[in-house]
Each structure stands twice: as C-alpha cells, then as structure tokens.
C-alpha cells in the first residue's frame, strides 16, 4: 500500500500524531506474541475456553511451561481466567488479538510461501 508523500500514517483512531508510550504498548505486545507456545496457546483459547490441562495436552507441553506463558498473556491483558468450581478456565480477553494473529499468519505465508 502507498501512501501520497504529503500525508501523514493515520492511527487506527484517526489521528496522525503518536506518543512514543504509543510504541512501548504495542512493542511490548508484540514481545508477547514472539513466542511460538503463547501463538499456540492464543490459536488454542481462541476456539473455546480451555483449562490448564486442557492446553498441556492439546499443545504437548508442561503445565509449568503452559502457566508461564499464560501469566504472560494475562499480563498483556490477552487472556484472562475464569474461575470454573476448582478450575480457572481461560479465554480470549479482546478479540482483536485473534484479528492480528489471522492477519500475520497470512502474511507471514505471503513473505515466505511454501516451495512447489
């Protein structure tokens, strides 16, 4: 996509002017998403609420591992738990992170497309 020379990048609210805190936030959200296990486990939670177990066994990981990356995705306010009896179910927090991973994957697909 081109841009005339005389216009400005628009932010996805209208505005032309962007704070440096602006690209912190979103650096460090994609900071989080740099990570093939918190992808998989986004990918996992976006198609239903899903406990612990659940995505241990589905992604073939530890539940130390799963927990740290979980807590990362909390952090990022990406996922959030809900308490279920004993249980902390986890689901999508905001369904634009489910928009931005379609949309890299797709570009990450036309950037470096399968051999023939």
Known sequence: ??????????????????????????????????????LALLQEIARGERCVHELTRELQISQPLASQHLKTLRGENLVK???SGREMKYVIADTHITHIIADAFEHSKEAHPEPD
Not at 9 to 25: K, M, Q, V
Request: aromatic share 4%; proline share 7%.
């Open 81 to 83: 738990g809900v308490r």
């Open 1 to 38: 996509m081109t841009m005339p020379m005389n216009e400005e990048p628009r932010h996805a609210h209208g505005s032309a002017h962007l704070d440096i805190a602006d690209f912190e936030r979103l650096a460090s959200l994609f900071k989080a998403l740099a990570s093939p296990v918190r």
